[in-house]
């Protein structure tokens, strides 16, 4: 690690601290931006603290946004992009676990001891090419810890959140919680329930997808945070699975197996692979071996009450809970007509629902047959053989002199049958094939 920064500052922060500096105000890049450039990675976001208050930004500046004004933060509107901008803050009483009650102007050092974690909590001046360190930030990068700022116990009271903030921030780096700090969070993990369903749930998903789930899943078991925010997951430790088909042990390794499998997931897939077991728990049986019998069915219910329970997008949550409940039916896929592979073959989660199987198996069995099988079948068919141009329209029946209801529905989905079990090719011997058989016995 170099004693400087290893990645370059965007344009738009160096543009607003050179003109708080030039105005006579002390201005420095703060938090996760210093954190992800000693690192060498990108940052996401470009934050500012500075000396300046809210209504000397707002002089600078031509697009500026009030949002948090009364904790002294503004957002800067530039070309390249949005910049959050706090003046130096101490923080009062956090009544709410979220928001201090009131803030008072402070020094840099005051901000800094305010903060959530160490490695969060160092300052970089880009003018002067100076990293300022309070709180001990370059350090425990050198040691890969996340410890929190000050009292650990007290850190968290503040906002609950920050337990959650915790394990993802070690996750995302590969970093070690510091024995202080994760004690202070196994003793308090019951109280993350305080917390707002949307918060927990972006937090959850963030973990999920920034590049070690299985890592963080395992933390927040290991420190009881599991327990409290998804006790569904957390059944199913130590719930012992059928050798002969999951070597790997339980249900809770064979989910963080099949987690460490993932590779950039989407937070639909993650999400998928995280609950598509927990049917198992409320089903296991012993009858001639360990069966779970409707795990599917069973835990579909489950993620779709999950996904309202921390209120996931409407969309997400169908999807989640479709992986769920089809995640077993690959077993069948050799055995289906063409055209009930085709319509599985086809749905818009399919490529999710290969990738968890796919990840499935590797995490058990090893056997990756049928996920070849459902590839090969995709690619043989192709787009056109998948997805078909009608043949047959309402509207030709209804001019064949059939009345409009669910019988049509019923007839248009049997020449699809056909036309994808490759019985049926073209527009003519389509609707012939109709008069055939649904006209001919009533013109008699």
């Known amino acids: 690690m170099s004693p400087m920064v290893d990645a370059p500052i965007r344009e738009g922060a160096l543009r607003i601290i050179r003109a708080l500096t030039e105005r006579g105000h002390r201005a420095l890049l703060a938090g996760g931006c210093v954190r992800d450039m000693r690192l060498g990675r990108a940052p996401k976001d470009w934050d500012v ?10 002089r600078l500046f031509d697009r500026v946004l009030p949002i948090g004004v009364e904790f002294g933060i503004v957002t800067v509107v530039l070309e390249d992009g949005h910049y959050e901008v706090a003046r130096f803050r101490r923080d009062g009483p956090y009544q709410d676990g979220r928001h ?9 050092e005051e901000d800094a001891r305010r903060r959530d974690f160490t490695i969060n909590g160092m300052f970089y001046d ?52 510091e024995p202080a700090t994760a004690a ?20 959850l998903t963030l973990i999920l997808t920034e590049g070690a789930p299985a890592f963080g899943m395992g ?14 997951v957390a059944a199913t430790q130590g719930v012992p ?8 042990g339980d249900v809770w390794s064979h989910v963080q197996l099949m987690l460490d499998k993932l590779d950039a997931p989407s937070a639909t897939l993650a999400w998928g692979v995280l609950l598509h077991d927990i049917g198992k728990p409320p089903t296991f049986a012993r009858a001639d071996r360990i069966r779970f019998n409707g795990h599917d069915a069973r835990g579909a219910e489950m993620a779709a009450a999950i996904g309202h329970r921390l209120r996931l997008p409407k969309v997400e949550g169908e999807k989640i809970r479709e992986l769920t409940a089809q ?6 896929v050799k055995e289906m007509r063409a055209s009930k592979l085709k319509r599985f073959l086809r749905q818009p989660i399919f490529p999710e629902l290969l990738e968890l199987h796919r990840v499935d198996c ?83």
């Open 241 to 248: 699975q059928p050798p002969e088909y999951h070597p790997e």
């Open 219 to 232: 933390l927040l078991m290991q420190l009881g945070l599991m327990q409290a925010v998804l006790p569904e």
């Open 100 to 108: 201090p009650d009131h803030t008072e102007i402070a020094a840099p």
């Open 49 to 58: 603290a500075t000396d300046a208050g809210p209504e000397d930004v707002v």
């Open 126 to 177: 880009p003018l002067e090419e100076r990293l300022i360190d309070y709180v001990g930030g370059e350090g425990d990068l050198q040691r890969q810890l996340v410890r929190a700022i000050g009292n650990p116990r007290q850190r968290f009271e503040e906002d609950f959140l920050r337990m959650l903030r915790a394990v993802r921030f070690a996750a995302r780096l590969g970093f070690a919680l």
């Open 184 to 203: 202070a969070i196994a003793e308090s993990s019951g109280k993350i329930s305080s917390v707002s369903a949307e918060r927990i749930r972006d937090e």
């Open 362 to 444: 590797l995490a058990s069995h090893g056997k990756l047959d049928l996920y070849e099988f459902c590839r090969e079948k995709s690619a043989e068919a192709g787009e056109e053989g998948l997805r078909p141009l009608r043949l047959v329209t309402g509207h030709d029946l209804i001019g064949m002199g059939l009345e409009p209801g669910p019988r049509l529905g019923e007839i248009l989905q049997w020449v699809e049958d056909e036309q994808l079990e490759g019985r049926l090719a073209d527009r003519k011997t389509a609707l012939a094939a109709v008069e055939l058989k649904y006209l001919a016995s009533k013109q008699e």
């Open 327 to 332: 995640h077993m039916r690959f077993g069948n």
